[in-house]
């Protein structure tokens, strides 16, 4: 696959916030906005994994919109 950018992330801080107010289930909704946020910066995010799913990382991919 190619991309523009990519980075994974180890830890992640909404997964930690979520499990600490009680409501984990809660952060795999919250990841839905990096699509958002992508779409705001007119990129394209292809994302495999997340923390929040159970994964050891999330894995962060970008396109620009061609």
């Known amino acids: ?5 990519g980075y ?3 830890e992640c801080s909404i ?3 979520c499990k600490d107010e009680g409501c984990p289930q809660l952060a ?3 990841c839905q906005m990096d699509y958002v946020l992508a779409d705001i910066m007119h990129m394209k995010l292809v994302r495999t ?12 991919r970008y396109s620009k919109y061609k």
Request: some cysteine.
């Open 1 to 5: 696959m190619k991309y523009d950018l």
């Open 28 to 30: 795999t909704y919250l």
């Open 49 to 60: 994994k997340t923390i929040a799913e159970g994964n050891s990382y999330c894995d962060f």
């Open 8 to 10: 994974d992330y180890h």
């Open 15 to 17: 997964c930690k916030l």
